[in-house]
């Protein structure tokens, strides 16, 4: 086990819905970072937080938003919930907000959007 | 930009049998770092290996190895003798130093299949 967890693990939400999906990071960590996995797809970088403040974001619309705490875990938040927001979403820690450094990922939070 | 390649979308093995997945980057950086993680049905992404641009040596952990190879832009990862528990998705995945995030980039991922 990593130690980074995540809530909820699935959830089913309608299109045009808002969701809140957390995660806890792993013990010393600083930096958490999330992904959105399509089925049958690599893990898609959407943004990194590092002591707080984003410091790094991917190809994804302004709907996709997070925040981290001071106990360094995160919140991803998604607005108006799109049929292609369907993925899996994954939460990853890591020490220090550069590159280079070992990054564990929890187990992930499925959504389905119908 | 940053690019990795698994060509091999799935591969399908008899248990015991040794097999490599390969894995081929593009990046201006100099300085980088590469991974391999590995999927079970579960989802959770488990990490398997980092190396960085600056460290050519092959590495055996058990029944893993993995062969960087800079001059052909490779990292490939074999399995030695091969067990139904390997059986998973595996992630060739890239990352750069600069500031801005310790964005990884993913490949597509190879599926492997071990069968008795």
């Known amino acids: 086990e990593t130690g980074v967890t995540q809530s909820p693990t699935h959830l089913i939400k309608t299109r045009g819905q808002q969701v809140t999906l957390r995660c806890s990071s792993q013990?010393?960590?600083?930096?958490v970072s999330w992904y959105q996995q399509a089925l049958g797809q690599g893990p898609q970088f959407i943004f990194q937080y590092y002591r707080e403040e984003e410091n790094g974001r991917g190809n994804f619309p302004p709907r996709f938003s997070g925040l981290q705490f001071p106990n360094y875990s995160s919140e991803l938040n998604v607005n108006a919930l799109e049929l292609d927001d369907s993925a899996l979403y994954l939460c990853?820690?890591?020490?220090?907000?550069?590159?280079?450094?070992?990054?564990?990922f929890g187990e992930g939070s499925w959504l389905t959007v119908v | 930009a940053q690019k990795v390649t698994q060509a091999q979308t799935e591969i399908s093995v008899v248990e015991k049998e040794d097999v490599t997945l390969d894995c081929v980057y593009e990046?201006?950086?100099?300085?980088?770092?590469l991974f391999w993680y590995k999927q079970p049905p579960s989802g959770e992404l488990v990490f398997l290996i980092r190396?960085?641009?600056?460290?050519?040596q092959n590495e055996i952990s058990g029944r893993y190895s993995w062969n960087f190879q800079k001059s052909t832009s490779s990292f490939n990862f074999t399995i030695t003798a091969s067990q139904v528990v390997d059986s998973a998705v595996y992630f060739c995945a890239l990352s750069g130093y600069t500031g801005g995030g310790n964005k990884l980039t993913f490949g597509t991922g190879t599926q492997l299949k071990v069968e008795l």
């Open positions: 013990s010393g960590h600083n930096t």
């Open positions: 990853a820690s890591s020490y220090g907000g550069n590159g280079g450094n070992t990054i564990y």
């Open positions: 990046t201006r950086d100099t300085t980088y770092y």
């Open positions: 190396r960085n641009s600056f460290d050519e």
